[in-house]
């Protein structure tokens, strides 16, 4: 499967962002679908993810209330809504589709993704 992430850029702190990712290849509704982000000199972090179901969804602490993922299986697309943003949100964002032998829980690792697509930036001003 490929995937492309767009929805990327700079935006000053307090506001809001829409990342989409899509999926092109493979069965998308047969997957779980995670967002990581790394900033500069850090290790790749999850950040959200979604079950192939849709409706369970897991959140790092640090985005928890303000981030949001969702999933469109008719448009093969993943997206992640990020509100009252915060410089410490800069980073590029990755979406990833999960292994099918993954545990979904907001313990997600890169060991659990199977591929990745390329990462969209995301700059937060304060």
């Known amino acids: 499967v490929q995937l492309q992430a767009s929805g990327g850029g700079l935006v000053q702190a307090g506001g809001s962002l829409r990342l989409s990712c899509a999926a092109y290849?493979?069965?998308?509704?047969?997957?779980?679908m995670a967002w990581f982000r790394q900033a500069p000199g850090n290790e790749r972090e999850f950040v959200a993810c979604?079950?192939?179901?849709?409706?369970?969804?897991y959140y790092a602490d640090s985005v928890k209330g303000r981030f949001t993922v969702s999933r469109d299986d008719a448009k093969n697309t993943v997206y992640l809504q990020m509100n009252s943003l915060k410089p410490g949100d800069t980073a590029d964002y990755y979406c990833?589709?999960?292994?099918?032998?993954?545990?979904?829980?907001?313990?997600?690792?890169?060991?659990?993704?199977?591929?990745w697509g390329k990462g969209t930036q995301v700059t937060v001003s304060s």
């Open positions: 979604i079950h192939r179901n849709g409706w369970t969804k």
């Open positions: 290849g493979g069965a998308f509704s047969t997957y779980g």
């Open positions: 990833a589709k999960i292994l099918d032998r993954a545990t979904m829980s907001s313990s997600l690792s890169v060991d659990d993704i199977e591929s």
